[in-house]
T-cell receptor, first 112, second 112 residues
Framework: AQSVTQLGSHVSVSEGALVLLRCNYS??????LFWYVQYPNQGLQLLLK??????LVKGINGFEAEFKKSETSFHLTKPSAHMSDAAEYFC??????????FGGGTRLMVKP | DSGVTQTPKHLITATGQRVTLRCSPR?????VYWYQQSLDQGLQFLIQ???????AKGNILERFSAQQFPDLHSELNLSSLELGDSALYFC???????????FGPGTRLTVT
């Protein structure tokens, strides 16, 4: 079954620093890959979606992710962290039938 | 605001009781999904409905059931509640079978 692994349950960066959140999918290429963000006490919000049309995907709030088949990765990046980026981030493959199997999540902390 | 609404926001009940969680999808979305989020299990897919029919089942307990009504709203019924059922329950909707999902704000269930 398709799954993803998110390396690092907690990531801490300084404000203005590069954000890198890692996601690796299992060997077969899923038709879709998603990144979602969950702010405290809120539901999940779609950040971006990979659909094989382009390997570099731009999302909301300055985030982007690059699909690398050779590395089975779909890491999420942002050039400069902002305090408002503090949240939990989830990677998920889109499967046939569309149920989402989420990674364990990465909590991003941003230090002033 | 994703356009997906869930009621109630909070629910506190006792063990052995039964509760119903309600979800209204975004206008025009035919698919509804239910997820459970807990500290020990993370985000888990429970069940999916598409245009009134059950389409996929995940880790849903036999004590739990769901349905989608002709107006496309959905209800998740949880019975014989146990302490371990305390969690956030999210509903999501999507326009088509395989597309991005939009999440509601969740219902926080506390079983005492």
């Amino acid at each position: 079954a398709q799954s993803v692994t998110q390396l690092g349950s907690h990531v801490s960066v300084s404000e203005g620093a590069l954000v890198l959140l890692r996601c690796n999918y299992s060997s077969s290429v899923p038709p879709y890959l998603f990144w979602y963000v969950q702010y405290p006490n809120q539901g999940l919000q779609l950040l971006l979606k990979y659909t094989s049309a382009a390997t570099l995907v731009k999302g909301i709030n300055g985030f982007e992710a690059e699909f690398k088949k050779s590395e089975t990765s779909f890491h999420l990046t942002k050039p400069s962290a902002h305090m408002s980026d503090a949240a939990e981030y989830f990677c998920a493959p889109g499967l046939a039938g569309n149920m989402l199997t989420f990674g364990g999540g990465t909590r991003l902390m941003v230090k002033p | 605001d994703s356009g997906v609404t869930q009621t109630p926001k909070h629910l506190i009940t006792a063990t052995g009781q039964r509760v119903t969680l309600r979800c209204s999808p975004r206008s025009g979305d035919l698919s509804v999904y239910w997820y459970q989020q807990s500290l020990d299990q993370g985000l888990q897919f429970l069940i999916q409905y598409y245009n009134g029919e059950e389409r996929a089942k995940g880790n849903i307990l036999e004590r739990f059931s769901a349905q989608q009504f002709p107006d496309l709203h959905s209800e998740l019924n949880l019975s014989s509640l146990e302490l371990g059922d305390s969690a956030l329950y999210f509903c999501a909707s999507s326009a088509r079978q395989v597309s991005e999902q939009y999440f509601g704000p969740g219902t926080r269930l506390t079983v005492t």
